[in-house]
């Protein structure tokens, strides 16, 4: 079980404990309560388990709470424990039962809509497209030679007996589909945040399926300057007052190609540049797959991780949590 102990997680505990007291309706129930929370397993035990893990600024605060939670419980306990009958009595059905649990959305939707409303914001549109993608969408579209390695099967989810249809590798689809499929004449600007698939082992920080945010933009004399600042801008409102950097790399769907680095410190951890994004601005031939003339118009292009940024956002250990359907991991958000 993962749990980040938190004042609000402390909380959560104490209301649900009180309300289990309140409910049992029996002795034996009462103690499975007891034992829920306060057992050698229980999760108020548990809890305080982890408190020697936390930086030590946080564990005083928090270890008073959670013996102060643990005492008010004991406290409801003793008193529920003498209002209760010691022989069997029929179960009072009119006494009022706890409110249903609520759903509530998941954190990579959270975060998502958090950058997706920074770049409507900014007035770019939002498309989705396909998952299934057309392989040349998705590669020679996008200027990706034939003998690049994302192409090879051990990295490309390819459709069986359709070799023509591939698991989009990235959300940088965005730029042919707007265009293309969707016939909107430039001047445009546009976001996609979607799944995308990789055919790789995973671990903490790898899963074959994430989520990506690529955006394009395509007007008259697009420059450098134009992209630097839209991405300064971004980082801006997401991270305000992170400083960030930016350092020539290589994509082969924009020329020149530029990657973003974050700057993140954590009190009592060391800082670290982070790669958050890749851009640049869009290849001739690319703006060529879109149907257009590169002497007439220009564009800038990104494309970024999204779950590497929510698990840094929420402190998450591992990506493969956000796919786990585990309950007690997303009933903290
Ligand atoms: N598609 C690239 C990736 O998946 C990111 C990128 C998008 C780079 C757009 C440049 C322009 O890493």
């Known amino acids: 079980m993962i749990i980040r102990l938190t004042p609000a997680y402390l909380r959560a505990l104490e209301q649900a404990a009180s309300i289990a007291v309140r409910q049992a309706a029996t002795l034996p129930a009462l103690e499975a309560v007891r034992v829920e929370y306060l057992g050698r397993r229980g999760k108020i035990t548990t809890a305080l388990q982890t408190l020697p893990h936390l930086p030590l600024e946080e564990r005083r605060g928090l270890g008073r709470q959670a013996n102060e939670v643990k005492r008010r419980i004991e406290a409801l306990l003793i008193e529920r424990r003498r209002s209760l009958p010691t022989s069997d009595r029929p179960i009072d059905r009119s006494l009022p039962v706890g409110r249903p649990?609520?759903?509530?959305?998941?954190?990579?939707?959270?975060?998502?809509?958090?950058?997706?409303?920074?770049?409507?914001?900014?007035?770019?549109?939002?498309?989705?497209?396909?998952?299934?993608?057309?392989?040349?969408?998705?590669?020679?579209?996008?200027?990706?030679?034939?003998?690049?390695?994302?192409?090879?099967?051990?990295?490309?989810?390819?459709?069986?007996?359709?070799?023509?249809?591939?698991?989009?590798?990235?959300?940088?689809?965005?730029?042919?589909?707007?265009?293309?499929?969707?016939?909107?004449?430039?001047?445009?600007?546009?976001?996609?945040?979607?799944?995308?698939?990789?055919?790789?082992?995973?671990?903490?920080?790898?899963?074959?399926?994430?989520?990506?945010?690529?955006?394009?933009?395509?007007?008259?004399?697009v420059t450098m300057a134009h992209l630097v600042t839209t991405l300064k801008a971004f980082m801006d409102r997401l991270y305000p007052g992170k400083p960030s950097r930016i350092r020539p790399s290589f994509f082969p769907f924009v020329e020149p190609g530029i990657e973003l680095d974050l700057w993140w410190k954590q009190p009592s951890k060391p800082g670290q540049w982070l790669e958050i994004l890749g851009a640049g601005l869009v290849h001739p031939n690319v703006v060529r797959s879109m149907g257009l003339k590169p002497n007439q118009w220009q564009g800038f292009a990104f494309g970024m991780g999204l779950d590497r940024l929510a698990m840094l956002e929420y402190g998450i250990p591992d990506i493969r949590l956000f796919y786990s359907g585990n309950l007690e991991f997303l009933q903290q958000f």
């Open 101 to 221: 649990e609520r759903g509530h959305l998941h954190p990579l939707t959270l975060f998502s809509r958090r950058v997706m409303e920074i770049w409507r914001s900014f007035g770019y549109d939002v498309y989705e497209g396909p998952e299934l993608e057309e392989a040349k969408t998705n590669f020679d579209d996008l200027n990706v030679p034939p003998d690049h390695p994302a192409r090879d099967v051990q990295d490309t989810f390819f459709i069986q007996d359709h070799p023509e249809l591939v698991l989009r590798t990235h959300t940088s689809t965005v730029q042919i589909r707007w265009p293309k499929s969707y016939g909107v004449k430039p001047p445009f600007k546009v976001v996609e945040i979607g799944k995308v698939y990789r055919h790789e082992a995973t671990d903490a920080t790898h899963e074959s399926m994430f989520f990506q945010c690529d955006g394009v933009l395509v007007d008259r004399q």
